[in-house]
């Protein structure tokens, strides 16, 4: 009997110090990023958001679509995706069946556009007009106009003027950070990335023709040459490498910043709301938040 007793203490003393030693697993699915790998990255985020959870493994796995993204987390290829706060209300008020489990700071985010090494003077009047739309108040309009109600409405598409005789500037969009760059289902662009973009166009007296591509593709297509310009590409103002930003590519002033990061998975069925199990909870343990 005490010979059974020992055995039963010193099974339950080996589990409870394999828990203690369990190592939890997170797969995070971002928006690929262009100068880095997914193991590379991963590293990154861990010790960036999580540097004293020695029990959490983070797994983060790049798409160059926001659609193959919202497909892999559909299947269970990852657990979150996670986006930029504006970007994760849209995707969250246009599908009920997803939610908002944590919301991670994170300053001196912002996007900027992208231009080749050799494309100084197009980066420096774009800049100009950067400046002259802060001054007067025009990118802040665009922004209330656009992001306040991420997903609430449709926007319009909005109109370029055309200048005869004058330069064409080919820019990549990709609808892949909606309603910042917002590409509608008929394939229109028709968000923020057009009213920045046409109000750029008027200011400087140029045409914008805008091509579509995924957001895995803009560095190839600026380095073939198939656009003089990329709307966007991810700065971190604190970061030692960009890890979105490719060699040879040279970037503009920021036009859009934010400091919050949202993880987005399927909402928990009703079974686990009823047996008290929580995905908010689970993720506060994984990250090691309030321990």
């Not at 069925?269 to 090691?288: L, P, Q, R, V």
């Given at each position: 009997m005490?010979?059974?007793l020992?055995?039963?203490?010193l099974v339950?003393?080996?589990?409870?110090c394999?828990s203690?030693?369990?190592v939890r697993v997170i797969?995070?699915?971002?928006?690929?990023?262009?100068?880095?790998t997914?193991e590379?990255?991963?590293?990154?985020?861990?010790?960036?958001?999580?540097?004293?959870?020695?029990?959490?493994?983070?797994?983060v796995?790049?798409?160059?679509?926001l659609?193959?993204m919202?497909?892999a987390?559909n299947?269970?290829?990852?657990?979150d995706?996670v986006?930029?706060?504006?970007?994760?209300?849209y995707?969250?008020n246009?599908?009920?069946n997803l939610?908002?489990t944590l919301?991670l700071?994170?300053?001196g985010?912002?996007?900027v556009?992208g231009?080749?090494?050799?494309?100084?003077?197009?980066?420096?009047?774009?800049?100009e007009?950067?400046?002259?739309?802060?001054?007067?108040?025009?990118?802040?309009?665009?922004?209330?106009?656009?992001?306040?109600?991420p997903?609430?409405?449709?926007?319009?598409?909005?109109?370029?003027k055309?200048f005869p005789?004058?330069?064409?500037?080919?820019?990549a969009?990709?609808?892949d950070?909606?309603?910042i760059?917002?590409?509608?289902?008929?394939?229109?662009?028709a968000g923020?990335?057009t009213?920045v973009?046409?109000?750029?166009g008027?200011?400087l007296?140029v045409?914008i023709?805008?091509?579509?591509?995924?957001?895995?593709?803009?560095a190839?297509?600026?380095?073939s040459?198939?656009v003089?310009?990329?709307f966007?590409?991810?700065?971190?103002?604190?970061?030692?490498k960009?890890h979105?930003?490719?060699?040879?590519v040279?970037?503009s002033?920021p036009?859009?910043e934010w400091?919050k990061?949202?993880?987005?998975?399927?909402a928990?069925?009703k079974?686990s709301?009823?047996?008290?199990?929580s995905w908010?909870?689970g993720?506060?343990?994984?990250?090691?938040?309030g321990?």
């Amino acid at each position: 009997m005490k010979k059974f007793l020992c055995s039963a203490v010193l099974v339950l003393i080996l589990s409870a110090c394999a828990s203690s030693l369990e190592v939890r697993v997170i797969k995070l699915g971002l928006l690929s990023k262009l100068n880095t790998t997914e193991e590379e990255f991963s590293a990154v985020w861990h010790k960036t958001y999580a540097p004293n959870n020695e029990k959490l493994n983070v797994l983060v796995k790049f798409y160059d679509s926001l659609s193959a993204m919202q497909m892999a987390l559909n299947a269970g290829e990852i657990d979150d995706m996670v986006l930029p706060e504006a970007a994760a209300e849209y995707v969250l008020n246009m599908n009920p069946n997803l939610e908002a489990t944590l919301t991670l700071r994170s300053r001196g985010m912002g996007l900027v556009f992208g231009f080749r090494a050799e494309d100084e003077t197009l980066r420096r009047k774009f800049n100009e007009a950067l400046r002259t739309m802060r001054r007067d108040w025009i990118l802040s309009a665009i922004e209330g106009m656009y992001l306040s109600q991420p997903g609430r409405y449709s926007p319009e598409p909005v109109k370029f003027k055309k200048f005869p005789n004058a330069n064409t500037i080919r820019v990549a969009v990709t609808g892949d950070l909606p309603p910042i760059d917002f590409i509608a289902a008929d394939g229109t662009p028709a968000g923020y990335n057009t009213a920045v973009l046409s109000e750029i166009g008027n200011i400087l007296h140029v045409n914008i023709e805008l091509v579509n591509i995924e957001a895995g593709a803009r560095a190839s297509a600026l380095a073939s040459g198939r656009v003089d310009v990329v709307f966007w590409y991810e700065f971190d103002a604190y970061a030692e490498k960009q890890h979105d930003v490719p060699d040879g590519v040279i970037l503009s002033e920021p036009y859009y910043e934010w400091d919050k990061f949202i993880h987005v998975r399927k909402a928990a069925s009703k079974a686990s709301e009823d047996s008290g199990w929580s995905w908010k909870n689970g993720i506060f343990d994984i990250y090691g938040i309030g321990r």
